[in-house]
């Protein structure tokens, strides 16, 4: 296999790009998704109710967290193939389920399950360890990030062109069902994009590993184990733990707009929001999405080479900063001026997570720490990021969205906002250090 290679790399692609489609095909119609779902369970709260937005889109990552490391020891177990299959199984399925929900605890169930499944992208990058040269490991690994950010930019195109078919399509959609199931067409396109993945996964991927007869004694709990003693570990690094940390506040500060971000777009224009449909959030998400391809896909390696990669990391951090924070000031009656808030923030995010992530490679090289317990820490740091972030927004908003003074709407942005500047103060302080690992460097 490690002689021709090319087509498991096209169904792994696929694997990875469906998973990423399945996380961010919701995100332009899921506020209101819950928002209906909850008041035909009788919450006419408005701050209890908008909770729950958080709450579906936290429970998706808390799976992840849980699942991933314990499906990559299974992996070890019974081979990436199965594994693999499963995921794919999952997603075409609970896809669907959700799309079909009428209920609140209906979709809490469908995403938790979605996200148990998609914590297969872990196995699809063990997947390619197992079958490339070490020659090959990097440009494949590229091809995977490519996975993500276009993923990332259609999911949510998708997600919102295909919301409520019965008014925004017409036709054949104008019909008593799809009124009654809005959000159910763009679920079941991702079902039967999974489903085409699923198939060609099964006739053409063949295993990457040689089982043994004989069980491991590890169980299959090992690798959530360890990731959660990799996360207690990190913690007695200096300098290390800082940048660990520093990705964390980074990504809870970012996961934060995937709820509230929607929750302030849909408001009525009188009550300041911008008044957008899934659609239109659609289009902005996609934005977003397309031009984090663009700087991570093309930018970022000539901009390392002539800034350093702790600069471009405070400077990522700096406008990402802004324009979270900027969002809910975006006057509804110029509602085109929230492209230039999403602008600072795919670019900001497009240069933190590349440079943070190679400083954080070459700190730990450089002080001869194990490289797979720091990258599996930060891992799960991130992904406890992803399951505090949308909830705290949630949380801060369900308090605030009908107060006045300082405790309004712009509350949980303010706050994102500040966790920005704390990831900030870290930066700045570690930045002599970094200057110091890295003129060394260069020397050596």
């Not at 609970?94 to 196995?123: E, H, K, Y």
């Not at 957008?276 to 998400?285: H, I, K, L, P, R």
Request: net charge neutral; aromatic share 14%; with cysteine.
């Amino acid at each position: 296999m490690k002689g021709n290679p090319r087509s498991p790399m096209f169904i792994l692609f696929l694997v990875v790009f469906i998973d990423m489609i399945g996380f961010t095909i919701v995100i332009p119609f899921l506020t209101y998704f819950v928002q209906d779902l909850a008041t035909s369970d009788g919450i006419i709260d408005t701050g209890r109710r908008d909770l729950w937005v958080g709450i579906i889109i936290s429970v998706y990552s808390f799976a992840q967290f849980i699942f991933t490391p314990i499906l990559g020891s299974l992996s070890d177990r019974v081979g990436r193939r199965p594994i693999l299959l499963f995921g794919l199984f999952m997603n075409t399925i609970f896809f669907t389920v959700f799309g079909l929900s009428g209920s609140l605890m209906m979709a809490l169930a469908a995403r938790f399950l979605a996200g148990a499944g998609n914590g297969n992208i872990a196995v699809a990058r063990a997947y390619i360890g197992d079958i490339s040269s070490p020659d090959m490991v990097a440009s494949r690994m590229g091809a995977i990030g490519a996975a993500f950010g276009l993923g990332f930019m259609i999911g949510p195109f998708i997600g919102g062109l295909l919301s409520n078919p019965a008014s925004g399509i017409g036709g054949p959609f104008d019909t008593t069902f799809w009124k009654q199931y809005p959000y159910l067409l763009p679920c079941l396109l991702s079902s039967v994009l999974s489903l085409l993945s699923l198939f060609l996964a099964f006739i053409k991927l063949p295993e990457s590993l040689e089982i043994r007869s004989e069980p491991k004694e590890e169980g299959i709990f090992i690798g959530l184990y360890d990731t959660l003693k990799n996360i207690r570990k990190i913690t007695q690094l200096p300098i290390i733990s800082t940048l660990v940390f520093t990705n964390f506040l980074f990504i809870m500060g970012f996961s934060m707009i995937h709820g509230i971000f929607i929750l302030f777009t849909a408001m009525n224009i009188e009550d300041g929001g911008l008044g957008f449909d899934a659609m239109e959030n659609g289009w902005v998400f996609a934005y977003i999405g397309l031009l984090g391809v663009i700087v991570q896909g093309g930018l970022i390696g000539k901009l390392t080479k002539m800034f350093d990669l702790s600069k471009l990391m405070i400077f990522g951090t700096i406008i990402c900063g802004i324009g979270i924070a900027s969002i809910p000031y975006v006057p509804g009656h110029i509602s085109w001026l929230i492209f230039i808030s999403s602008t600072f923030i795919a670019i900001g995010n497009g240069l933190f997570s590349p440079t943070q992530s190679s400083l954080l490679t070459f700190e730990s090289s450089k002080r001869g720490y194990e490289l797979g317990m720091v990258m599996g820490a930060q891992e799960g740091y991130g992904a406890l990021a992803r399951i505090f972030g949308p909830l705290l927004a949630a949380y801060l908003w369900s308090l605030t969205v009908e107060g006045s003074g300082l405790w309004t709407y712009h509350t949980s942005f303010r706050v994102a906002g500040i966790i920005f500047i704390i990831a900030l103060i870290l930066q700045l302080k570690l930045l002599n250090n970094l200057k110091i690992s890295i003129n060394l460097s260069k020397e050596d």
